[in-house]
């Protein structure tokens, strides 16, 4: 079974705060990808990485960086978080098909929950 | 930007009643993924679809990709209590690899 794994599932943090994010996914997969859940706004991404060092921006990358030095783990860093940072992080991967699509079936961790006071 | 809608935003039901939500892109899409989410679970892969007009049954589940692969749907026939999740879309725009999520469509099932 794949997993993926992430570090925190809960997390309280101060503004101004730097704070980490670590996911893990234990399949050997190329894509690895940051996202954020709020009510009625759905998943909205951050950050993915096709590669180990690749990165491309998201939809909403204001605020984060990541960082993809190994294959198997991908980490979402807020250098100074602040409350409108407040949300569900959910952190996936997924491999690479063939036949030009980019991504197969996303696999997604349990997610953290992270609140900045 | 590339933006995928999804609707409605909540569904709630009659058990044995059918349910449909429906995904729209605003560019093309090279496929389209479909997700469930359990209360307080996490996104779990349903399908993919790939081809113009392409249809796809899972048991309960129908799943259609549209002519133009601008549009996707999902349909349940007969809900039961054990379909209430929030199911979302994610269509990969071509070649940006990019994949875009809707809102999701809660569903309800009442006894």
């Known amino acids: 079974d794949v997993k993926v794994t992430q570090s925190s599932r809960y997390l309280v943090k101060r503004t101004g705060e730097k704070v980490f994010l670590e996911c893990v996914q234990d399949m050997d997969h190329e894509n690895m990808f940051w996202y954020r859940q709020d009510p009625g706004l759905g998943l909205r991404l951050i950050y993915f990485s096709y590669d180990v060092k690749m990165k491309e921006k998201g939809d909403i990358p204001e605020g984060y960086s990541v960082s993809r030095e190994k294959k198997e783990r991908f980490s979402l860093i807020l250098e100074s978080a602040s409350t409108n940072q407040t949300s569900m992080y959910l952190c996936?991967?997924?491999?690479?098909?063939?036949?030009?699509?980019?991504?197969?079936?996303?696999?997604f961790g349990e997610g953290s929950r992270l609140t900045v006071l | 930007g590339q933006q995928v809608m999804q609707i409605p935003q909540y569904q709630h039901v009659q058990e044995g009643e059918d349910f449909t939500t429906y995904c729209n892109s605003s560019?093309?899409?090279?496929?389209i993924q479909w997700y469930k989410q359990r209360p307080g679970g996490h996104p779990v892969f349903l399908i993919q679809l790939v081809k113009s007009g392409e249809v796809k049954k899972q048991k309960r589940l129908t799943f259609q990709f549209g002519e133009a692969k601008k549009n996707s749907s999902l349909h349940i026939t007969a809900t039961q209590t054990t379909d209430v999740g929030t199911y979302f879309c994610?269509?990969?725009?071509?070649?940006?690899?990019?994949?875009?999520f809707g809102s999701g469509t809660r569903l309800l099932v009442r006894p």
């Open positions: 994610a269509g990969e725009v071509d070649s940006s690899y990019k994949l875009i």
């Open positions: 560019t093309t899409l090279s496929n």
């Open positions: 996936a991967s997924s491999s690479r098909k063939a036949g030009g699509l980019a991504f197969g079936e996303l696999f």
